[in-house]
C-alpha cells in the first residue's frame, strides 16, 4: 500500500525534529536532477551554497554518489571546507544519509547546531529517508493527488511562504 500525502508529511514533519539545523534531501536523483527536494537548511546557507557552486565540491555529494547509509560528517574530507562553512551558518555537526534501490538514489544531509548526532538518530535519519525513498520510487503508481502535494511540498519547505 502506498503511503498518503499525509503519512509522507508526518515524516517530514520527524526530520525537522531530528535536524533542529535543517537538512537537505534530494529523492531519486537522476544524473544531477532529483524527482522531490526538500531544504530546511538557513535561506543564508541556502544562497551562499547555491550562488557558490558548492553542490560541486560538497563532501555528502560525493559521499552519497558512492555508498548507502549514513556518516557523520566528521568522518568525511573536507578538502574544499564546505562543511566548515556550514558550520559558520549555524550547522556545526551532521550527517550524510544515502538511500538507493536499483537505480535510483536519494541523498540527504542533516544538521545540528551544538552537538554529534547519536546513533541512535542516524539510524532513525536513515530508516525515514528509505521510507521516503521506498515509497516515492514509483511516481506513476502513486496517486496523482499525492504526487501534486509532494511538488508542492517541496516548494514550500524550500521557500517558505511560496
Known amino acids: 500500500m502506498q503511503p498518503t500525502k499525509f503519512e509522507i508529511s508526518e515524516t517530514l514533519g520527524k526530520l525537522n525534529q531530528l535536524a533542529p539545523a535543517g537538512y537537505a534531501l534530494g529523492f531519486h536523483v537522476e544524473y544531477t536532477t532529483p524527482k522531490f527536494v526538500f531544504q530546511t537548511y538557513p535561506k543564508a546557507w541556502l544562497d551562499y551554497y547555491s550562488s557558490n557552486g558548492l ?3 560538497d563532501p555528502m555529494v560525493a559521499w ?3 555508498n548507502a547509509g ?3 560528517w566528521s568522518g568525511l574530507e573536507d578538502p574544499a571546507g564546505v562543511l566548515k562553512m556550514a558550520g ?3 550547522m556545526k555537526y551532521g550527517v550524510v544519509i544515502a538511500a538507493v534501490s536499483g537505480d535510483s ?7 545540528h547546531p551544538d552537538r ?3 546513533d541512535d538518530e542516524i539510524a532513525q535519519l536513515e530508516a525515514d529517508v528509505v521510507l521516503i525513498h521506498d515509497n516515492t520510487a514509483d511516481t506513476a503508481s502513486l496517486d496523482p493527488d ?3 502535494h509532494l511538488k508542492k511540498m517541496s516548494i ?3 521557500h517558505p511562504g511560496s
Open 156 to 158: 514550500m519547505v524550500t
Open 55 to 57: 553542490i560541486m565540491m
Open 64 to 66: 552519497g554518489f558512492e
Open 88 to 90: 559558520e551558518y549555524g
Open 116 to 118: 554529534e548526532f547519536t
Open 105 to 111: 538514489r536519494s541523498i540527504g544531509g542533516f544538521a
Open 70 to 72: 549514513g556518516k557523520r
Open 146 to 148: 499525492t504526487v501534486e
